[in-house]
């Protein structure tokens, strides 16, 4: 897999494996550990963990920013590792929280979750621009979307490993302390201590119920097994922050050995500097300026793949509970769908590049790889747009007012929910990895962490928009008009990236 490519890849792509792996971990439990923690709603939650998913892009251009001031892209990238690890182990600290202390202990979480943040802005964009800055050299700059679809799979390898380590963890302290997990049982228990144990009567029956069935031993006191259990079952997501802050480490050791293999601009730029001309500077200035247009022509692209591919959190998630049976697959699991699609479809898709290059003795350019992606996506809505249709399904509102049996009646397969992903997944791999690829040809050397900041912060911006699909999925009369704005958006978002591909064709061909 790494013949003729730069030395430095595989250690850059372990590096970045160790990292991902340490925040999915994170990801599968944090917002189930904000609301067992704290007795947080799911809105409250899940505003939270918004805005901290949505700082982790936008933060990238700061981290892009104090690389390309100091030119030390490598200092960078562990002082990120080293924030992170921080965050995650100020979040591995297991304190039980209690009325009396949230008042500083939420605002401790959300400040760990700040640094990790940040820590993670210092990291990613500048890791991807070192990346991009290997393939600079001519003797692998052909390679250069194989390469960064190689490093994304490293990325998904983490991401599939993950969501199994995280309840593995959990329900194992809970067994050890003769416990068995139960996601509805610790709102209850945060309930019935906040409010003195006066709960309705419906609340009692099933505060009692659950009780039965998460102890594996008599309980005696209500008041005093509430409290145990939240604090066995919170200490046990403590454990899997643990396991974050090692995969940081771990990270952290294997740069840190092998940054010897990657290139160091800092140098290089300075001896290219000294060669340039006035008439030469007003001609980079020219060409610069083409190539941020060209940049930020895709990034707009970009907004829209992510606003669409996102979804899987928000109106799929809603769609999965609505109307597709899944309750023989654990919720985090199924985290592990797409980044299981990633490591086996890539294969396929970089065999199919170049067999296509040595049919047409040329290789399909990025930008049209990246519209080629577009219309995959737009399959995947398609799809559902059919789906639903030939289903009759109605808005999700209107759904769920329905009779159990009713509702039951007409649920799909999980496979519904596979096909979907498999489309989607395909399209990541035409624009994800081949858009990182793009920025590395386009960015300026002394811009290169900043653009890649710039694409990140892309897709921050299409992660601001999502919260557009559940409104439609709850307010349209019928289901598939949902899954149809999600395909125009996809289709126009094509057509656009088609009708600029000769000129951005040409800017990438003078980088090359």
């Known amino acids: 897999m790494f013949k003729n490519h730069p030395k430095g890849l595989l250690a850059a792509a372990l590096s970045n494996m160790g990292e991902r792996f340490g925040y999915y971990i994170m990801n599968a439990v944090l917002l189930l550990f904000l609301c067992s923690k704290f007795g947080l709603s799911d809105e409250t939650s899940g505003v939270i963990y918004a805005v901290f998913y949505a700082l982790i892009y936008v933060l990238s251009l700061v981290g892009g920013y104090i690389a390309d001031r100091s030119q030390n892209y490598k200092g960078t990238i562990m002082s990120g590792l080293v924030t992170m690890a921080v965050g995650y182990a100020l979040l591995s600290i297991p304190i039980l929280a209690t009325p009396e202390n949230t008042g500083w202990l939420l605002p401790f979480t959300c400040g760990a979750l700040l640094l990790i943040a940040f820590g993670n802005g210092l990291f990613k964009g500048n890791l991807q621009a070192i990346v991009g800055q290997m393939y600079d050299d001519p003797k692998y700059s052909d390679k250069r979307d194989s390469g960064f679809q190689i490093f994304y799979v490293f990325i ?61 031993v008599p309980v005696t006191d209500l008041g005093v097994f509430c409290t145990e259990y939240l604090d066995v079952f919170n200490t046990g997501i403590h454990y899997s922050f643990f ?44 060409e610069i300026k083409q190539r941020m247009y060209a940049l930020f022509a895709v990034l707009g692209i970009a907004i829209f793949f992510w606003f669409s591919f996102h979804q899987n959190g928000q109106s799929l998630s809603v769609f999965a509970r609505d109307f597709v049976t899944t309750e023989s697959i654990a919720p985090e699991i199924w985290q592990a769908v797409n980044p299981f699609f990633v490591i086996t479809l890539t294969p396929i898709v970089m065999w199919v590049f170049s067999a296509l290059r040595k049919k047409r003795g040329k290789d399909i350019s990025t930008p049209r790889k990246i519209a080629i992606g577009m219309f995959i996506a737009a399959i995947a809505y398609l799809f559902l747009t059919i789906f639903s249709a030939v289903m009759g399904y109605p808005s999700g509102e209107e759904f769920r007012s329905l009779d159990v049996a009713a509702q039951n009646a007409v649920k799909a397969g999980p496979w519904v929910l596979i096909v979907t992903y498999f489309f989607l997944t395909v399209a990541e791999l035409f624009i994800s990895p081949l858009g990182l690829s793009f920025v590395s040809k386009v960015a300026p050397k002394h811009l290169q962490g900043i653009c890649q900041g710039l694409w990140l912060g892309a897709t921050a911006v299409g992660n ?45 061909m003078q980088q090359e």
């Open 243 to 286: 396991a974050s802050v090692a995969a940081m480490l771990i990270s952290l050791l294997i740069f840190v050995f092998t940054k010897k293999n990657m290139p160091n601009p800092a140098k290089k730029e300075a001896k290219v500097v000294e060669q340039y001309t006035k008439e030469e500077k007003l001609a980079m200035a020219k």
């Open 156 to 216: 998904n390898v983490g991401g599939l490993i993950a969501p199994f380590v995280a309840p593995l963890l959990r329900s194992w302290w809970l067994k050890v302390h003769d416990m068995v997990y139960n996601s509805n049982l610790p709102a209850l228990c945060h309930a019935y201590i906040n409010n003195g144990g006066n709960l309705s009567a419906e609340q009692m029956s099933n505060l009692n119920e659950l009780v039965g069935v998460s102890s594996t």
């Open 464 to 508: 601001l928009l999502i919260w557009i699909g559940p409104l439609m999925y709850n307010s349209f009369s019928h289901q598939w008009m949902c899954w149809a704005v999600f395909m125009v958006v996809c289709l126009i978002s094509m057509a656009v990236m088609l009708g600029m591909v000769r000129w951005l064709e040409k800017i990438t």
